[in-house]
């Protein structure tokens, strides 16, 4: 049964930091496979960070460039998610999402985020 789980979500102030991390278990998605994305009330889910189905390379939405960093650790099969500077329009649910193949077909239960301004 393949499972993504993630982990590292709390409550803090504008402009401190949070990691979150995706563990994979199950199988394995390789290096383009773990994504993230999030999901505020009354929005729609939106992808924040992750790497093209192609080359590997980094990807972020507009709204988090320069403030998060999301990186893999190919041995332990999870991907992480460094949040620097949050905003609180920052605040939401975030999920980690896995594929094998370009759409992505398998998401976990989501970790709160919330930033107090």
Do not use: H
Request: hydrophobic share 35%; proline share 3%.
């Amino acid at each position: 049964q393949v499972r993504l789980v993630e982990s590292g979500g709390g409550t803090v102030q504008a402009g401190d930091s949070l990691r979150l991390s995706c563990a994979a278990s199950g199988r394995t998605f390789g290096s383009y496979g773990i994504a993230w994305f999030r999901q505020a009330p009354g929005k729609e889910r939106e992808f924040v960070a992750g790497f093209t189905w192609t080359t590997g390379s980094t990807i972020y939405a507009d709204s988090v460039k320069g403030r998060f960093t999301i990186a893999r650790d190919n041995a332990k099969n999870t991907v992480n998610l460094q949040m620097n500077s949050l905003k609180p329009e920052d605040t939401a649910v975030y999920y980690c999402a896995g594929r094998v193949a370009p759409t992505y077909t398998y998401w976990g239960q989501g970790t709160q985020v919330t930033v107090s301004s």
